[in-house]
């Protein structure tokens, strides 16, 4: 091989290599680390380390609520962590519900992991329900899953791989991965065959295609009664979003709550809407005071 056309084939290496980093660099979660504790909200709570794959663990609270036999699970979104999730935990907990909160790995104070993706947060609810089985067994009677944004994607994925899940909360949900992705990269003025690139390369780094985790197909897949919260001024996911998921799975027991003057990240918003959070419950089956 000429010295030339070793210059060429390092220069495409070396392209190569960069692409590939510049969209792991883009796509890390941002790390937020707590400074609270549920005891702020004048909660009692067990702090917890929930074994996940990998051998990593996971930072949580779990909050309890008496003897109930009634539990909620929370997930965060992109770049959260469990603290930030605390006020819409606060009216479930007390409606006797008890809660458990927890960081996914790469957020919070969980352990690092090589990077974050939807099937990842589901993979760590899931660490999350064989924790709660084995250490409060009790308090498995009905369970309930809430997740925000990704979280909100992996509480659907989740629910659609299990059976012993009553109900389900998604707030602020994408429909599609795909749509996630081009929506932002197209920010970015990027050419359309780039774009198709590494939405190609990001599904071979997760080791899932996009329409296998997409929310709008695991709804599908969920027997028990599920809720979508969406906030009407969101810019992030689009309120249009909720609508895809309901129109494209119609025989899915789905309700839509729009919370009006609610952005993606308007937690606030949501917790002033708890009424409407619990009755869904009620109706549900869940035995709230």
């Given at each position: 091989?000429?010295?030339?056309?070793?210059?060429?084939?390092?220069?495409?290496?070396?392209?190569?290599?960069?692409?590939?980093?510049?969209?792991?660099?883009?796509?890390?979660?941002p790390?937020?680390?707590?400074?609270?504790?549920?005891?702020?909200?004048?909660?009692?709570?067990?702090?917890?380390?929930?074994?996940?794959?990998?051998?990593?663990?996971?930072?949580?609270?779990?909050?309890?609520?008496?003897?109930?036999?009634?539990?909620?699970?929370?997930?965060?979104?992109?770049?959260?962590?469990?603290?930030?999730?605390?006020?819409?935990?606060a009216?479930?907990?007390?409606?006797?519900?008890n809660?458990?909160?927890?960081?996914?790995?790469?957020?919070?104070?969980?352990?690092a992991?090589?990077?974050?993706?939807?099937?990842?947060?589901?993979?760590?609810?899931?660490?999350?329900?064989?924790?709660?089985?084995?250490?409060?067994?009790?308090?498995?009677?009905?369970?309930?899953?809430?997740?925000?944004?990704?979280?909100?994607?992996?509480?659907?994925?989740?629910?659609?791989?299990?059976?012993?899940?009553?109900?389900?909360?998604?707030?602020?949900?994408?429909?599609?991965?795909?749509?996630?992705?081009?929506r932002?990269?197209?920010?970015?003025?990027?050419?359309?065959?780039?774009?198709?690139?590494?939405?190609?390369?990001?599904?071979?780094?997760?080791?899932?295609?996009?329409?296998?985790?997409?929310?709008?197909n695991?709804?599908?897949?969920?027997?028990?009664?599920?809720?979508?919260?969406?906030?009407?001024?969101d810019?992030?996911?689009?309120?249009?979003?909720?609508?895809a998921?309901?129109?494209?799975?119609?025989?899915?027991?789905?309700?839509?709550?729009?919370?009006p003057?609610?952005g993606?990240?308007?937690?606030?918003?949501?917790?002033?809407?708890?009424?409407?959070?619990?009755?869904f419950?009620?109706?549900?089956?869940?035995?709230?005071?």
């Amino acid at each position: 091989m000429t010295l030339a056309l070793l210059i060429i084939a390092g220069i495409i290496v070396a392209a190569i290599a960069l692409f590939m980093l510049g969209i792991h660099w883009g796509f890390r979660a941002p790390r937020q680390i707590e400074n609270g504790t549920p005891q702020d909200l004048d909660f009692a709570f067990e702090q917890v380390w929930i074994p996940a794959v990998a051998n990593k663990r996971l930072f949580g609270w779990f909050l309890p609520a008496g003897n109930a036999t009634q539990t909620l699970l929370i997930l965060h979104g992109w770049g959260s962590n469990a603290e930030l999730m605390l006020p819409i935990a606060a009216p479930f907990q007390r409606a006797g519900l008890n809660v458990l909160l927890f960081d996914a790995r790469n957020h919070g104070q969980s352990d690092a992991h090589s990077f974050s993706s939807l099937p990842r947060f589901a993979e760590d609810l899931e660490s999350a329900l064989a924790w709660l089985h084995a250490n409060h067994p009790t308090a498995c009677e009905k369970l309930v899953l809430l997740g925000h944004s990704v979280g909100a994607g992996a509480v659907l994925l989740a629910a659609s791989q299990r059976t012993d899940i009553a109900a389900v909360i998604s707030v602020s949900a994408f429909a599609h991965p795909e749509w996630v992705m081009r929506r932002y990269l197209q920010t970015l003025h990027l050419p359309h065959f780039l774009i198709r690139l590494i939405n190609r390369y990001v599904q071979w780094v997760i080791g899932h295609r996009f329409a296998a985790i997409a929310p709008l197909n695991s709804v599908c897949q969920i027997a028990c009664p599920i809720l979508l919260v969406h906030g009407v001024d969101d810019q992030v996911v689009p309120l249009a979003d909720a609508h895809a998921i309901i129109s494209h799975c119609p025989q899915a027991r789905l309700t839509l709550l729009e919370i009006p003057d609610a952005g993606h990240a308007s937690v606030d918003k949501i917790e002033e809407h708890a009424p409407a959070l619990l009755a869904f419950l009620r109706k549900a089956g869940f035995r709230l005071s």
